[in-house]
């Protein structure tokens, strides 16, 4: 069963940065796709990045231009650097990932990491 476990949320003022990581592990050698989502109080979650094996990455427009995302095939590990954090960026955001088992694709979740922005 793989797992995923994700490290650097807290609370940060607005305008300042934080560094979320993620590590899977378990069984599944690689993922097609990774990446954030995020949940805030009373809200669906939603997509915040993704990125392909490839290194394709996809932003929501919300957060397009002040987070990065990245990951490393090799330990299987996503990042999501988040610059300009801003009041509603708060949310516990929670690291996704992709694999194949067949002809069928999964996807598995993390437990999540709070992140909140204020002053």
Known sequence: ????????????????????????SGSISSFYLMGWYRQAPGKQRESVANITILGNR???????????????NALNTVDLQMNS???????VYYCSANYWSGTAPHEFWGQGTQVTVSS
Request: include cysteine; charge should be neutral.
């Open 1 to 24: 069963q793989p797992q995923l476990v994700e490290s650097g949320g807290g609370l940060v003022q607005p305008g300042g940065s934080l560094r979320l990581s993620c590590a899977a």
């Open 58 to 72: 996809n932003y929501a427009d919300s957060v397009k231009g002040r987070f990065t995302i990245s990951r490393d």
């Open 85 to 91: 954090l801003k009041p509603e960026d708060t949310a």
